[in-house]
């Protein structure tokens, strides 16, 4: 006798999921009331930009920004590479559309990159900086 399973029919519907979560103050060092939208977005990207790619094992290999290869490095490799390793670590996070608007200032053996993140609520601008 072959048991007789009820099979969904239905079509499944994807929902996105609100994205409140804990806010973290920098300043203070501690975790206050709690963030939604744009401004947890914005806190997600410091955090992904704060993490070296690759080093903590607790993180998929998909998260963080890869820094550490770049000191050293001639100037006009680490301009070309800037944009590709920034948009691969804000696209991490589905909530980011894409980024643009590259610019890029060289002061001694630093470089700050000022770009355009997009989100699903709006955009924000975004620096990094990295010494090489």
């Not at 690759?54 to 944009?83: A, H, N, R, T």
């Not at 589905?94 to 709006?122: A, H, N, P």
Request: net charge negative.
């Amino acid at each position: 006798m072959i048991p007789k399973i009820n099979v969904l029919t239905t079509p499944l519907e994807e929902t996105t999921h609100p994205t409140r979560t804990y806010k973290i103050n920098v300043e203070h060092k501690r975790v206050d009331n709690y963030t939604d939208a744009i401004e947890a977005v914005i806190q997600s990207m410091y955090l992904i930009f704060n993490t070296e790619r690759y080093e903590y094992p607790i993180y998929s290999w998909d998260y963080g920004f890869e820094c550490k290869d770049l000191f050293g490095q001639p100037m006009f490799y680490v301009i070309s590479e800037m944009p590709r390793r920034i948009t691969e670590a804000a696209m991490y996070d589905d909530r980011v559309i894409g980024v643009q608007d590259f610019t890029f200032k060289e002061k001694g053996e630093s470089l700050t990159v000022t770009c355009r993140v997009v989100t699903i609520y709006g955009q924000f601008d975004w620096k990094v900086e990295v010494t090489v």
